[in-house]
């Protein structure tokens, strides 16, 4: 892989320095200081690229306070590849300063979940804490941050090494579950599949793919990502399909960008969209966060999201004012910031509460946990579940 030094010039100067970044980006309120978003953090890039300022720990940091949301890719006129200078510049940071022991963990246990041991202890987990009469379990952080974190599942994995087969079939779909379905919401992936059979689906589950790398690439450590990397594509060839459907933006856009499968890569959401499924609601009130990866990484419309909503009959859709902001997630950045996180997370929860809906619903595992432990945090009363859920159980039979 290369290096931040071996960029090219184009790629580095592409940034004009508008400015229009710092308009979405959900860490600057927060910092307000030039290196608080894109456009300095693109600026550090550069002076250390060209060796006019040396890789210290201060710079690391304002790279390290990026969500990695991509909101300034979305909304740049000029093309800026903003996710590649930062995948080099954090691979540069963690060869000479090191990627510090919370990143590391963090990583290194997305790996380990998707071992075998791994697995069994995921399993033996879920059967430990059934027990319980709660759905997340409060669990603090050695960063000071405290979350409400799902319980895994004695089912996790059981779709692994499955073929849902449809009644009449007009494609086949390989579906790459992603972690959080694999380990915690496995009642999602079900509800995806059911919808894509009725759809006329047939859908095959790999037995053995592991984390699609996203998080480990985003994070620098591009030698992990290449190896998970390599697993999955020598997993995936062992398959017969037509394209990949996910219930995740942030490895769909990892399969799509970074993979570079032959074949096509589409969220679950756009097939049901492009169906003649209809569905029954329950005269409540709806409201919708769409994840930042789904427009900045996969370039999914969320025409599609609020169209299959609105094809509910009998719930009233409420759009939240700030509906595409980011909800202060990113996997390790809401544990390694948690305090930057958290404002950004109660702006989110603050203008979600404001539509009065019922329902939060979103086509992210993450969101769905981070919007769980928000609405929990900020006792606003909502339910938040994943589309795929709310539209299984309000499927016409």
């Known amino acids: 892989m290369k290096l931040l030094l071996e960029l090219s010039e184009e790629a580095l100067n592409k940034c004009v320095k508008c400015g229009l970044c710092k308009s979405v980006c959900p860490t600057y309120p927060y910092i307000e200081e030039e290196a608080g978003y894109a456009r300095g953090r693109l600026a550090l890039a550069e002076l250390t690229a060209k060796g006019e300022l040396p890789l210290t720990r201060e710079v690391a940091q304002h790279w390290d306070q990026c969500a990695m949301c991509r909101r300034c890719e979305w909304i740049c006129p000029n093309g800026v590849e903003y996710k590649e200078i930062m995948v080099h510049a954090k691979q540069q940071q963690a060869q000479e300063l090191g990627a510090g022991f919370v990143k590391s963990a963090g990583l290194k246990a997305l790996e380990l979940l998707q071992s075998k041991a791994g697995r069994k202890m995921i399993k033996l987990a879920g059967m430990v804490l059934d027990a319980l009469p709660v759905n997340e379990i409060k669990t603090p952080f050695p960063t000071g941050a405290v979350k409400f974190m799902p319980k895994p599942t004695a089912e996790a994995f059981g779709l692994r090494g499955k073929v849902f ?233």
């Open 165 to 397: 087969k449809a009644q009449e079939e007009k494609g086949r779909l390989l579906f790459f579950t992603g972690c959080m379905v694999d380990a915690f919401y496995g009642k999602t992936g079900e509800n995806a599949i059911k919808l894509l059979n009725r759809a006329g689906y047939t859908v095959v589950v790999p037995k053995d793919i592991k984390c699609c790398g996203a998080p480990h690439y985003y994070s620098g450590n591009t030698q992990a990502f290449e190896k998970l990397k390599g697993h999955n594509l020598k997993e995936l060839s062992k398959y017969d399909f037509d394209a990949v459907v996910v219930v995740c933006p942030t490895c769909g856009g990892a399969l799509q960008e970074d993979y570079k499968l032959q074949k096509p890569v589409y969220d679950f959401a756009e097939l049901i969209f492009k169906s003649p499924l209809k569905f029954k609601g329950r005269g409540e009130k709806i409201t919708f966060h769409v994840p930042c990866h789904s427009y900045s990484a996969m370039k999914v419309s969320d025409k599609v999201f609020y169209g299959l909503m609105e094809r509910v009959e009998g719930d009233e859709v409420r759009k939240a004012q700030k509906d595409k902001s980011c909800c202060g997630f990113a996997g390790l950045f809401s544990i390694t910031n948690p305090q930057i996180a958290d404002k950004v997370q109660e702006e989110k929860i603050k203008d979600l509460e404001q539509t009065e809906a019922e329902l939060v619903l979103t086509t992210c595992p993450g969101c769905v946990l981070n919007l769980r432990d928000g609405v929990k945090k900020h006792r606003t009363g909502q339910e938040v579940m994943h589309l795929a859920d709310y539209l299984a159980h309000r499927l016409e039979e």
